[in-house]
C-alpha cells in the first residue's frame, strides 16, 4: 500500500478518566474534578484532571497536595477502572462498525485505518460522524487526527484539544511540526530529548535538516527512524492483532517513604516478582528479558534490563535477575518507586528450555501430567485439556492498564 | 648470547611458543618470549601465567648441524615483533647476537634489525615438577582424548571449575570428563603404564585446546607429568604446562542413568548429517532444536519448525528400536558434538524419558560415553 494512499485516523479520548467521571455523574460537569490514586495519601499524584481543572494549571503526575493548593475548589474522584474498560470497549466497537482496521493502542487512544472506506474529501466528515457519535452516545469527547501515517495521525490528534479534528499532511510537516520543540514528537522521550540537546538540536526542525546519517550518528537506529518521521515518513501498517503481542509483563510500587534500606528494598523486589511470576502465569507467556526500573527520591528514573538464553517465568528467576540487576543499578540513594519486568516474551508453543543437570529432575515430575495430557488430547481434541500453564487463575493482581488489552482477545 | 640457527626450524619452534604468549597479559614481561642459548641447544619460552611452554633447538639432530653456538646466554624479546620479523627474513640463515647490554640484532642476509630487549633474570621460572608422577600416552591417542571431551566445557564463568576437563587415575584407568551443565562427555582410557597413586585434577579447557593444536597426530610418546597445581606434557622437543583449576569437580557418575525405556541404534553419521540439515532452519542459538521421532521398529524422524522460515522433516534409518515410542527435541549442535565426538557407525542411543538426560555411545565399546538433557517445549 503506498504511503500516499493511505488515511488514518488517530483518535485521542479527551482527559479519558475525568470525562468518565463526569458522564457518570452530571454533577461534576463543568467543574474542575481530578481523578487520584488515594488523596490522603502523601504520594497520591493526579492520575488525570478534566479540562476545568487544568484551567488552574492541574496537570497529570502533580502530587495531590500541590493540586490543591493551586485549585482550592478541586473535587477529587478515586479511580473506578471497571467504569473505564467498559468506556473504552464501547469507543472501540463504534470504532469497529467503520473499519476492521482498528489497532488499540492504550485504553484511551487508537488507529484507524479508512482507507478502503472513504476518499479523501469525505475523510473529515466521516471523523466528525464518529467524534459525535462518541458524545452523543457516551457523552464523552475526544480529539481525532486525519493523516497518510501513523505518526502524522498521532501528532495531529494532539494538536486541538478538546474536540478537534486536524488533518496534517505531508507538505505541512515543514511548517506545522519543524518550528515545535523536539520533545513533543512523538518517540522522543526526556533522554531522548536530552541526547539531542547536547547536539544543539532543539526543534523538529533541527532534527529534520540533519542528513539521515547524522541523525543516525547520534542516536543510532532510533536516531534513523525519528528522522523519517520528521520528515512526515511512517510505513507502520494499522495492525489490529498487534494488541494480542504483548511485549511486557511488570510491575512497579510507589513506596510510601522515599526508602534506604537494602534489605527492605528487596523484599519489594521479591513482592513484584511474584505479581509479575502470577501474571504471566496467567497469561501463559515467558519471557527473555528481565527489567528493572528504579526512581530516586529526585524523581530520576534509571533502569537495567539482561537478556537471556533460557525462558524466565518461574518467580525464583525473576527474583534471582531482578534483585542482580537492582544491586548492580541501584546508587544507594533513597529509592521512591522499584518496578520489575519481564520482556520479551515468546507465546507458548515458539518457547523451548534447555534442561539442566541441576533442574531436570524438577522439570521431570511434571512428566506423567504431561503424558496424561497428551494422550486426552490425542483422543479427545487439543482443546479438551490444557497445561496448567495456560489455565487462567482467579485472584492475581494484575496492572490494569496494561491487562485492559486483554478485553479485545474476549471479544473473539 | 651469540648464535645461527636456520629460519625454518626457529619458526617451527616460535610457532609453538607463541600458542602460549598473550597480548592481554597484566605481567609486562610475559608479552615477551624469552631466547636461552646453552651449550646443548636454544630454549624458547612463553607464557600467559596459565600455560607455559618451552621448546627446544639441539645444536645437532641427526647429524645435522643446526645451531652454531659462539656464546651462551639469554635475552627476552618483545613476542609480536620477533615472530614477525622471523618469519619475514630474507634467508634461511639467522644471527641472533646480544651487545651492550641488552640490544639485540637479529641479522639474516642483507637485513638487520636492532631490537631493545629486556633482562631474562625478569622472566618468571618453569614450574618446579617432580617426576616421580607420570605416565606416558601415545600423541595421537592424547589428540583424540582431548577432541572427545573438551567441546563441552563450559564456557561460562559462572562456575569455573566446569571450563576444564577434569582427568582422574583409578585402578589402572584414565577417566576424562567435561560437562557445561547441559551435556557430559566421558571418556576413559586404560593405561599401560598408570601411576601407582589416585590421582584427581581439573585441566583448563584452554589449556587442552592449545596442546591440541601443538601435538602431532602420530605414535610418539607423550610424558604426561602431574602434580597438585600443575601439569606437564613432554612431546619431543616441547614442554607443555598448564595450571590446574581449583575447586572440587562436581561427581557426575550419579547424572548418568543406568536404566533406559527406549534404545535407538543408528548410523551416526547418517543421523550427523540429518540433523545438520534440520538445523538449517534452526540457526538461531535460541531455537537451535530439533525433534526425534521414533516411528515403529526402524526409523526415526528428524524435524525443525522455525514459524517464521519452514520446516523440516527427514526419515533416518535405524538398525534397531526397542521399548516405548519417543518424541523428544533436543539441541542440534549438542547432538552433533555428540555424533562427531563417537565418530563410530554404529551409535547406541538410550532414552529414559522425554525430560531425562539420555546417553549416547558406540555399540562396539564403552570407552567414549555422551550424556545430553533434552529441550523442554511447551
Known sequence: ?412 | MKFEVMRDRLLEALNDVMKAVSSKTTVAILTGIKIEAKKEGIYLTGSDADITIQTFIPVEEDGEQIVQLTQTGSIVLQARFFNEIVRKLPTNDVLIEVKNGYQTDVRSGKSEFHLIGQDANDYPLLPQMEEDQSFTMPAELVKSIIRETVFAVSTSESRPVLTGVNWQIRDGELMCVATDSHRLARRSTKLENAPADEYNAVIPGKSLNELNKILEDNSEPVEIVLTSQQILFKAGNVLFYSRLLEGNYPDTSRLIPSEHKTLVVVNGRALHQAIDRASLLAREERNNVVRFTTQGQNAVEISSNSPEIGKVEEQVLAEQIEGEELVISFSAKYMMDALKAIEGHDVQIQFTGVMRPFILKSVHDDAILQLILPVRTY
Open chain 1, 1 to 412: 500500500m503506498s504511503e500516499r494512499g493511505r488515511i488514518l485516523f488517530h483518535l485521542d479520548m479527551n482527559s479519558f478518566f475525568a470525562s468518565v467521571e463526569q458522564a457518570h455523574d452530571p454533577s461534576l460537569k463543568g467543574k474542575p474534578v481530578a481523578v487520584a490514586g488515594n488523596p490522603k495519601e502523601r504520594k497520591g499524584i493526579i492520575i488525570t484532571c478534566s479540562y476545568e481543572a487544568r484551567a488552574y494549571g492541574v496537570y497529570t503526575t502533580m502530587p495531590v497536595w500541590e493540586a490543591k493548593r493551586k485549585c482550592p475548589s478541586l473535587l477529587f474522584v478515586t479511580p473506578t477502572f471497571e467504569r473505564y474498560r467498559i468506556a473504552s470497549q464501547a469507543m472501540f466497537a463504534i470504532l469497529r462498525e467503520y473499519s476492521d482496521l482498528v489497532e488499540p493502542v492504550s485504553i484511551d487512544e487508537g488507529y484507524v485505518d479508512v482507507t478502503s472506506v472513504v476518499n479523501g474529501a469525505d475523510a473529515i466528515d466521516l471523523a466528525k460522524t464518529i467524534q459525535s457519535r462518541i458524545l452523543r452516545e457516551l457523552d464523552l469527547p475526544c480529539s481525532i487526527g486525519i493523516a497518510p501515517n501513523k505518526f502524522l495521525a498521532k501528532m495531529a490528534s494532539g494538536m486541538k484539544k478538546p474536540m478537534g479534528i486536524t488533518v496534517l499532511r505531508k507538505r505541512d510537516v515543514a511548517h506545522v511540526l519543524w518550528p515545535l520543540d523536539v520533545e513533543k514528537m512523538h518517540g522522543v522521550g526526556e533522554k531522548t530529548a536530552n541526547k539531542l540537546r547536547e547536539h544543539s538540536i532543539h526543534t523538529i526542525g533541527d532534527l529534520g535538516r540533519m542528513t539521515e546519517k547524522q541523525a543516525s550518528e547520534v542516536l543510532g537506529q532510533h536516531g534513523e527512524k525519528l528522522w523519517r518521521r520528521a520528515h512526515g515518513i511512517d510505513s507502520r501498517p494499522v495492525d489490529p492483532e498487534s494488541v494480542y503481542e504483548r511485549k511486557s509483563v511488570g510491575n512497579s510500587k510507589t513506596l510510601s517513604f522515599d526508602e534506604t534500606s537494602k534489605p527492605a528494598l528487596l523484599q519489594h523486589i521479591e513482592q513484584l516478582s511474584g505479581k509479575v511470576a502470577s501474571r504471566l502465569k496467567e497469561k501463559g507467556y515467558v519471557g527473555y528479558g528481565v527489567h528493572v526500573q528504579i526512581r530516586y527520591h529526585d524523581w530520576q528514573n534509571r533502569s537495567k534490563s539482561r537478556t537471556f538464553k533460557e525462558p524466565i517465568y518461574r518467580q525464583s528467576d525473576i527474583e534471582k535477575h531482578a534483585k542482580k540487576l537492582f544491586l548492580e543499578l541501584w546508587n544507594l540513594e533513597p529509592v521512591r518507586l522499584v518496578g520489575v519486568t519481564v520482556q520479551q516474551l515468546k507465546e507458548p508453543g515458539e518457547i523451548t528450555e534447555q534442561l539442566t543437570f541441576d533442574s531436570y529432575q524438577q522439570v521431570a515430575k511434571e512428566e506423567p501430567v504431561r503424558n496424561l495430557v497428551e494422550e486426552l488430547q490425542k483422543k479427545y481434541g487439543k482443546s479438551s485439556i490444557q497445561k496448567g500453564i495456560r489455565i487462567r487463575s482467579k485472584g492475581s493482581s494484575s496492572s490494569f492498564s496494561k491487562d485492559f488489552l486483554n478485553d479485545h482477545n474476549k471479544e473473539e
